[in-house]
């Protein structure tokens, strides 16, 4: 079967931009800039993604255009014989499907404020209706599971298009789209009454709230927004041919998405400190807070359906993104045709999503770490804590030791075409610094991270002391 290829150069910066950007940048980078302080976890998060997004991001896609193949058949393209790198190809698949599993419904949730914002349910009800909308809505499972499998339809609907006339066209407009409405959102933000001191919160950087917890966050954030490490990045790698250098498309790309997540935090915390909302509400920041935002603003109906639809095409354009890294991977370990190959993996992706919306409602009981967790925390933790650091590992290690692809096989790969070049001074920094910076805070990570109420790995073996 011949390789699909992308249309243009625009249509690869803008569908892997898109696969980037979307509800790590607007939902998840937000309320855990507000949970981390603010502007000293946004200059640490912006380091990440230079020192160590940036590489990892070049290295997926030099495999992806060497080999020509899926994330779960790169390797077998490129390893020695008898080598077993070949393995994380498969890890990556799954990771692929897991992260689509608790993706779908919070894209679903999105659709679902859209809906209720441009309908007019959300105008001029009261603070508490406002705030009692987001359990509302988590407690039916007719809504979260309705919604989720809308966004899993519409995903895979547009994949059996093809990859130019489906994913490229589609992609294409909706980022277009997104980028304008997030600066007409953003100029609106500014003014508001509060701009002056949510932006201080947002990009003034207090260097006494730096921690463990803070800088762990950062990186994982930072590998999160890019999909790295579960070769979401790497397909689009195979569907472009050799004319650009990779290190000039990769920073186009890591431009365009940390636009998106600054701009959206531009938006959000103006908001937060003109109407009184904790910055630091977590996870439920731009359902809640922001619900409540639209509804004491004037022209809130308007405004509210821009910004949900806004979060709407950037949840989306990574939902299609994705799916196309399961087809395409599906496709290769079979021979499907691409719409065989949507409709099975559309109805498999719908029914793994089950559990993560159900997790909020029927399956609340469900809870495996902290008190008042669900399913969708244990689904995240493996791809944000685990999949992604540890991929991005196993596809440095490739890259830059003789044991894998090498780094002057990855270098000539990155290196070809017009554009930035991958130097040979860079050499030492990948290979030595940066397999430990990445191994190293993956391990912190996991010590720090709260599996039950006040309980984590690190404290229990100071316990043992």
Same mark, same amino acid.
């Given at each position: 079967?011949?390789?699909?290829?992308?249309?243009?150069?625009?249509?690869?910066?803008?569908?892997?931009?898109?696969?980037?950007?979307?509800?790590?940048?607007?939902?998840?980078?937000?309320?855990?800039?507000?949970?981390?302080?603010?502007?000293?976890?946004?200059?640490?998060?912006?380091?990440?993604?230079?020192?160590?997004?940036?590489?990892?991001?070049?290295?997926?896609?030099?495999?992806?255009?060497?080999?020509?193949?899926?994330?779960?058949?790169?390797?077998?393209?490129?390893?020695?014989?008898?080598?077993?790198?070949?393995?994380?190809?498969?890890?990556?698949?799954?990771?692929?499907?897991?992260?689509?599993?608790?993706?779908?419904?919070?894209?679903?949730?999105?659709?679902?404020?859209?809906?209720?914002?441009?309908?007019?349910?959300?105008?001029?009800?009261?603070?508490?209706?406002?705030?009692?909308?987001?359990?509302?809505?988590?407690?039916?499972?007719?809504?979260?599971?309705g919604f989720m499998a809308i966004v899993v339809v519409l995903g895979f609907f547009i994949l059996s298009f093809g990859l130019q006339k489906g994913v490229e066209r589609v992609t294409k407009y909706m980022m277009i789209a997104l980028l304008l409405l997030i600066i007409v959102l953003a100029i609106n933000s500014f003014t508001l009454d509060g701009a002056k001191a949510g932006l201080t919160f947002y990009l003034k950087p207090d260097f006494s709230k730096i921690n463990g917890n803070v800088i762990v966050g950062a990186m994982n954030q930072a590998?999160?927004?890019?999909?790295?490490?579960?070769? /979401?990045?790497?397909?689009?790698?195979?569907? *472009?041919?050799?004319?650009?250098? =990779?290190?000039?498309? !990769?920073?186009?790309? +890591? $431009?365009?998405?940390?636009?998106?997540?600054?701009?959206?935090?531009?938006?959000?915390?103006?908001?937060?400190?003109?109407?009184?909302?904790?910055?630091?509400?977590?996870?439920?920041?731009?359902?809640?807070?922001?619900?409540?935002?639209?509804?004491?603003?004037?022209?809130?109906?308007?405004?509210?359906?821009?910004?949900?639809?806004?979060?709407?095409?950037?949840?989306?354009?990574?939902?299609?993104?994705?799916?196309?890294?399961?087809?395409?991977?599906?496709?290769?370990?079979?021979?499907?045709?691409?719409?065989?190959?949507?409709?099975?993996?559309?109805?498999?992706?719908?029914?793994?999503?089950?559990?993560?919306?159900?997790?909020?409602?029927?399956?609340?009981?469900?809870?495996?770490?902290?008190?008042?967790? /669900?399913?969708?925390?244990?689904?995240?933790? *493996?791809?944000?804590?685990?999949? =992604?650091?540890?991929? !991005?590992?196993?596809? +440095? $290690?490739?890259?830059?030791?003789?044991?894998?692809?090498?780094?002057?096989?990855?270098?000539?790969?990155?290196?070809?075409?017009?554009?930035?070049?991958?130097?040979?001074?860079?050499?030492?920094?990948?290979?030595?610094?940066?397999?430990?910076?990445?191994?190293?805070?993956?391990?912190?990570?996991?010590?720090?991270?709260?599996?039950?109420?006040?309980?984590?790995?690190?404290?229990?073996?100071?316990?043992?002391?």
């Amino acid at each position: 079967m011949a390789r699909e290829r992308l249309g243009s150069r625009l249509g690869f910066i803008l569908l892997s931009a898109g696969c980037a950007i979307g509800v790590g940048n607007v939902w998840k980078f937000p309320w855990m800039a507000g949970q981390y302080g603010g502007g000293v976890f946004v200059l640490i998060y912006l380091a990440f993604l230079i020192l160590l997004g940036l590489p990892v991001m070049v290295m997926e896609f030099s495999l992806g255009r060497a080999s020509q193949k899926s994330p779960a058949k790169i390797y077998q393209q490129l390893e020695k014989p008898g080598q077993k790198w070949h393995l994380h190809g498969y890890a990556a698949l799954a990771g692929l499907v897991i992260l689509m599993m608790f993706y779908t419904s919070v894209t679903g949730w999105i659709l679902y404020y859209f809906v209720k914002f441009i309908k007019g349910d959300m105008t001029g009800i009261t603070d508490i209706a406002s705030n009692q909308q987001f359990g509302e809505m988590l407690s039916s499972p007719t809504i979260t599971v309705g919604f989720m499998a809308i966004v899993v339809v519409l995903g895979f609907f547009i994949l059996s298009f093809g990859l130019q006339k489906g994913v490229e066209r589609v992609t294409k407009y909706m980022m277009i789209a997104l980028l304008l409405l997030i600066i007409v959102l953003a100029i609106n933000s500014f003014t508001l009454d509060g701009a002056k001191a949510g932006l201080t919160f947002y990009l003034k950087p207090d260097f006494s709230k730096i921690n463990g917890n803070v800088i762990v966050g950062a990186m994982n954030q930072a590998f999160f927004t890019l999909s790295l490490g579960i070769g /979401s990045m790497a397909i689009f790698g195979s569907y *472009i041919d050799k004319e650009r250098s =990779l290190l000039g498309e !990769s920073m186009n790309i +890591l $431009l365009l998405d940390t636009f998106v997540a600054i701009m959206a935090g531009l938006i959000i915390f103006p908001a937060c400190f003109t109407f009184d909302v904790e910055p630091g509400a977590g996870p439920s920041l731009l359902f809640v807070a922001m619900a409540k935002v639209f509804n004491s603003m004037n022209g809130g109906r308007i405004w509210g359906s821009l910004f949900f639809l806004f979060m709407f095409f950037a949840a989306m354009s990574t939902i299609i993104a994705v799916a196309e890294n399961i087809i395409a991977c599906v496709m290769d370990l079979t021979n499907w045709s691409r719409v065989k190959a949507c409709i099975i993996c559309g109805i498999a992706v719908l029914i793994l999503s089950v559990p993560c919306a159900l997790g909020f409602n029927l399956w609340s009981s469900v809870q495996p770490f902290a008190s008042g967790s /669900s399913i969708m925390d244990v689904e995240d933790f *493996i791809v944000s804590n685990c999949l =992604l650091p540890l991929g !991005s590992l196993c596809y +440095l $290690l490739f890259c830059v030791t003789k044991k894998g692809w090498g780094f002057d096989n990855f270098m000539a790969e990155a290196n070809s075409g017009k554009g930035m070049k991958i130097k040979k001074w860079m050499k030492p920094y990948m290979t030595y610094v940066l397999p430990v910076a990445i191994g190293g805070l993956f391990i912190i990570g996991i010590l720090n991270y709260q599996f039950a109420d006040n309980f984590t790995i690190l404290s229990w073996l100071k316990s043992l002391v």
